[in-house]
């Protein structure tokens, strides 16, 4: 995607094949408050939830950065070369990590081949964000894969493409705690927020963006 008006017609095509703005955030790598956006610009509709109020977003449109890494995701060889390189992250790691936990949908590939690199099992957790449509996303609970490895009593990694809010990593965090688990680290493809740790899990990445301005310094 080359503009805001490619982003604005795949939040359209997204929305009439039924996802969520959750799910739109997700696979286009932005905030919630921008999936709701670019949703609303292309003048795509759904059902909102029955008796919550819909947010509206920004008229003038959010600040977010949108990072489309699709010339790696759709082909094995490079996902698989930038999932080597994200295990290469975590090698200096001197624990015992045998369990790698993949962020759905687009961290389970990648943790897919951190898996396989550092000889962990693996795990998978769906946010909560991808139930999120309009209201109070806290009224919502993300879960584990049952048809993958478990968390109780694990060190494990968290990997996941990108960081944009953080708001997904630090529930991920909290529930591998809450599930009896320890995260040891994260790893990601792109940190929008230049993060060094969440909830005091220690953060590696790729590729940092970070914004110079005068909107960065407030």
């Not at 759904?46 to 699709?70: C, L, Q, R």
């Not at 790698?100 to 898996?115: D, H, N, R, S, Y």
């Not at 964000?129 to 109070?136: A, R, Y």
């Not at 929008?192 to 005068?214: H, T």
Request: net charge negative; proline share 3%; aromatic share 4%.
């Amino acid at each position: 995607m080359k503009n805001v008006d490619d982003l604005i017609a795949s939040a359209a095509e997204l929305a009439g094949r039924g996802l969520s703005k959750g799910e739109i955030a997700d696979e286009l790598n932005v905030s919630r408050e921008t999936a709701s956006w670019l949703v609303e610009r292309s003048g795509a509709t759904s059902e909102p939830t029955e008796g919550v109020e819909s947010v509206e977003p920004k008229s003038s449109g959010p600040d977010d950065i949108h990072v489309d890494w699709s010339a790696i995701g759709r082909d094995s060889k490079r996902l698989s070369s930038v999932g080597r390189t994200l295990a290469d992250l975590m090698a200096g790691d001197d624990r015992d990590v045998d369990l790698t936990v993949g962020i759905e949908k687009a961290g389970v590939p990648l943790a897919t081949v951190v898996a396989s690199e550092l000889d962990t099992d693996l795990a998978a957790y769906a946010p909560r964000k991808h139930q999120w449509e309009e209201g109070d996303i806290e009224d919502y609970g993300g879960s584990f894969s049952r048809n993958f490895a478990q968390v109780r009593d694990r060190d494990c990694y968290i990997v996941d493409d990108t960081i944009t809010s953080g708001t997904t990593m630090r529930e991920t965090i909290e529930a591998v705690r809450e599930a009896g688990g320890h995260p040891v680290a994260c790893v990601v493809l792109v940190d929008k927020q230049g993060v060094d740790e969440v909830e005091d899990v220690p953060v590696y990445s790729l590729i940092n963006v970070v914004r110079v301005g005068a909107e960065s310094e407030a």
